[in-house]
């Protein structure tokens, strides 16, 4: 086989793997909590770490309420602060309406994010956020286990983070119902959100 076919053949192989890739993000985003549960049972691998106030928090405190889980970074310029202040938005929107919604904002830096700096940045947003961040190898296990891409960019004290941006939803027995994606339609999320939770 020459070295163009070997080219080729890897190239085709990519696109394929893209393809199917994008085509699952496209389901899982459209499918929507009123479709029901996506996943077999909770979502995710089991997982150990710390929220803000220090207390320890596993999968197990991810049952119970409808979820969105979000994983970002405190030195995260735009997507991070912006779709946590969504979130918080339609948390409150939820609330005043009956409908429960844990937010949960888990750090893809556990190097720089410790849990007093995740409680002041989370606190700008709303008191009902839920900060997590633990041991480096903790959260990149937890990462691996959502299928959460993350890769340090540059060196020093000034490198960023790149990091999926989307929201997962879970229902109340852990089960992922959906996803919002980075800048979706507001009237698309809430519609999501409020079929999430019963409203």
């Known amino acids: 086989m020459s070295t163009t076919t070997m080219i080729r053949t890897g190239l085709w192989a990519m696109a394929a ?110 008191a009902d956020v839920t900060a997590l961040t633990g041991s480096p190898e903790n959260v990149a296990a937890m990462l691996k286990g959502w299928g959460v891409y993350s890769r340090k960019v540059g060196e020093g004290e000034d490198y960023t983070m790149d990091h999926t941006a989307t929201t997962f939803l879970l229902d109340a027995d852990g089960a992922l119902a959906g996803t919002l994606a980075y800048g979706e339609n507001a009237e698309t999320a809430k519609a999501k959100l409020e079929r999430l939770t019963g409203v």
């Open 17 to 126: 793997l893209i393809a199917g890739i994008l085509a699952a993000v496209f389901y899982i985003g459209s499918a929507g909590p009123g479709a029901g549960p996506i996943s077999e049972g909770p979502y995710g691998s089991s997982f150990q770490l710390i929220d803000q106030n220090g207390a320890q928090f596993t999968e197990a405190d991810l049952r119970g309420t409808p979820a969105a889980v979000f994983f970002g970074f405190v030195h995260c310029p735009d997507v991070c602060p912006t779709t946590l202040y969504e979130l918080a938005s339609y948390q409150k929107e939820l609330a005043a309406s009956g409908g429960p919604l844990q937010v949960v904002f888990v750090t893809v830096d556990p190097e720089r994010d410790t849990p007093a700096i995740m409680k002041d940045y989370v606190s700008g947003f709303s």
